[in-house]
């Protein structure tokens, strides 16, 4: 996707052939910057401090922090550490697992002296590999905005409801919620887009409409808790969410706020839609209440930041000074409540079985 007229993936191998550049997403959107990650420590704390987010980019991260372990120290004991390492970094996205379970499948029975170079090539094919999987989800979701769209009035925009941020910068490229919504509007598609602010973090203020605006996808930011009136109005054709765990029952992990968004649409009928690629799936997880959700610190709820009228970017208290706050990340919208998963091999029922029958082979 695009930045100011250039392309631009989420994380990408530096020039020197080793070391890793991400967008740094912690200070988006108000300023744009790149961070070099030298060591499998910087790439932890870029994942803990969400330097990068979102369970693909998540994915495709650790295993670049892989390769940095790797070039430091080869040998088992690097390995096995460094896995255990990345994955405590963020708990609920499966696709961190995932990935540390790939890169372990390909450097344990190699030699230590094969196993930098090894890491390297399964760490960019990780993110090719993204990329298409994204751009597979986009096609399967952009028959559904068409047939939407078929039935509109000439000139009337097909109005999408999103939560959080499952866009090019959640990923490597494409997105996956996203990835329909830029498909639809490269082939001319009239679409608009009702951001959720996503509160605590803004990541739908901050991160969605910045994506949406930088390719020039009409769109309007909008506060949490007005979805429902939207709705209750038919002023939404479709919910398009992403998700950092699915499992196996269909149940779906996503930021907090998104099993809010699920009830309304149910109430209203309104479609909802889950994009998803196949890593996010946690088959060895029955159901969803049993995915463990992070608790993240009270400061991201009692402050926030933003930018002065001179330009500098300050944080600020906004609650009642002594109070606590409570603040976890995703919470669980039920399978029974989403109409469709969008999926790479195609658009699937929410349920064990349909899943099971479309990715037969991984259960």
Known sequence: MKIDGKDFRTIWLGDDGWSVEIIDQTKLPHRFETTRLTT????????????????????????????????????DASLEHSIEFLAKQRPTAVNLRWALNEMRKTLAPLSPA??????YKRAVDNCDEDVET??????????????????????????????????????????????????AHNLGINVHVWVDETRPRNQGAALTAYELGAHGVPHSIIVDNA???LM????????IVGTDRVSANGDVANKIGTYLKALAAHDNDVPFFVALPYTTIDWELDDGMK?????????????????????????????????SAANPAFDVTPAR??????TERGVVAADATALKEMYEEAV
């Not at 094969?114 to 890491?119: G, I, M, N």
């Not at 209750?232 to 919910?239: A, E, F």
């Not at 409540?337 to 969008?342: G, K, N, R, S, Y």
């Open 114 to 119: 094969e196993r930098e170079a090894a890491a």
């Open 40 to 75: 499998v420590e910087e790439a932890g704390r870029a994942i803990l401090t969400m330097q990068v987010r979102g369970a693909p980019l998540i994915g495709a991260t650790a295993a670049f922090g892989m390769a940095l372990a790797m070039r430091a120290d080869p040998s």
């Open 227 to 229: 979805g429902g009136h």
């Open 291 to 323: 995915i463990p959700i992070e608790e993240r610190g009270q400061d991201e709820v009692l402050a926030m930041t933003g930018r002065l009228e001179d330009g500098s970017v300050v944080t600020v208290d906004i609650a009642a000074p002594g109070s």
């Open 134 to 183: 994204c751009r597979r989800i986009g096609e399967h979701g952009l028959e559904i905005i068409q047939n939407i769209a078929s039935g509109k009035a000439p000139g009337e925009p097909v109005n999408i409801l999103t939560h959080c941020n499952a866009g090019w910068i959640a990923c490597v490229d494409w997105g996956t919620a996203t990835s329909p919504i830029y498909q």
């Open 232 to 239: 209750q109005h038919g002023q939404v054709d479709l919910c």
């Open 337 to 342: 409540l989403v109409t469709a998963f969008i």
